[in-house]
């Protein structure tokens, strides 16, 4: 893996490409140790795909692993280094519906059906109950369509990662929550810029939550000393 396949990937391939397949390469030498690539076989995978499902991995991320392996022992076999390919254990990925993305009058439909109400409704009306709109759960979509951030992304945050003076509108740090065991996906930390009106929704929330020095930008309505889980029931709502 190391001294075969990783040179060739990171001489042709894009440096992200490079950076997720030496990922992959990392996750399969901890659990099978420094096994020449003549050493695999399918009960060796099979086993490493056990442990790895007893992790908690995903099927995707041990897909995506075992997939570097084939990619590593086919072109093992191509430089005449293996005489056979082994047959590998296969992982089956859950098939889901492509991704959807909103045109921008969509973007603004969303953002205006989420948008807190100047004024909340206190009557309930014909059986149904009153509609309101949580400020919480609408800068969190706003976030989301603003920089792209996953749901888990967004909820971890807290107010020291908001870096108010950082290029022309602020940025915001992704990273790792070890408090809440929380790990950005490929363990790599990144910053995010923010956009005007990101920064504006984020400014009154700050001003409205007492200017907080440090606490959850989301937390919890029942222990703000943890962040809220999800903002799915106001997306729906939106939606």
């Known amino acids: 893996l190391f001294d075969v396949y990783l040179p060739v990937v990171e001489r042709e391939k894009a440096s992200s490409t490079a950076a997720n397949e030496r ?26 795909l ?12 041990r897909y995506l692993e075992l997939r570097t392996l084939r990619y590593a022992l086919r072109h093992a076999h191509a430089c005449k280094i293996l005489e056979v390919v082994p ?16 045109n921008d009058e969509e973007t603004v439909a969303l953002l205006d059906a989420a948008r ?27 976030m ?6 996953r749901k888990g992304e967004i909820l971890s945050r807290t ?3 908001i870096q108010w003076d950082r290029g022309q509108c602020g940025a915001i740090l992704v990273g790792p ?16 810029p923010l956009t005007p009106e990101l920064r504006d ?4 929330t700050h001003r409205d939550a007492g200017s907080p020095a440090t606490g959850w930008i989301f937390p919890s309505p029942l222990d703000n000393a943890t962040p809220r889980k999800t903002f799915t029931t106001a997306l729906a709502g939106a939606c």
């Not at 056990?50 to 991320?61: F, H, L």
């Not at 047959?87 to 909103?102: D, I, Y």
């Not at 929704?201 to 009154?204: G, H, N, Q, R, Y």
């Open 23 to 48: 990922y992959c390469c990392e996750a399969l030498k901890g659990l099978m140790g420094h096994l020449r690539l003549d050493q695999i076989e399918y009960a060796v995978v099979d086993a490493y």
């Open 50 to 61: 056990s442990e790895r499902a007893r992790e908690g991995r995903m099927p995707r991320t």
């Open 87 to 102: 047959q590998l254990p296969k992982v089956k990925v859950n098939e889901k519906k492509p991704h959807r993305f909103l």
């Open 116 to 142: 807190p109400l100047d004024c909340q409704p206190h009557k309930v009306t014909r059986g149904r109950p009153p509609e309101r709109r949580d400020p919480l759960s609408y800068v969190a979509i706003l």
């Open 144 to 149: 989301a369509l603003n920089t792209g951030m």
């Open 159 to 161: 107010w020291d990662d």
């Open 177 to 192: 929550k070890a408090e809440i065991g929380f790990e950005v996906k490929m363990r790599r930390s990144r910053t995010v």
């Open 201 to 204: 929704e984020l400014d009154a």
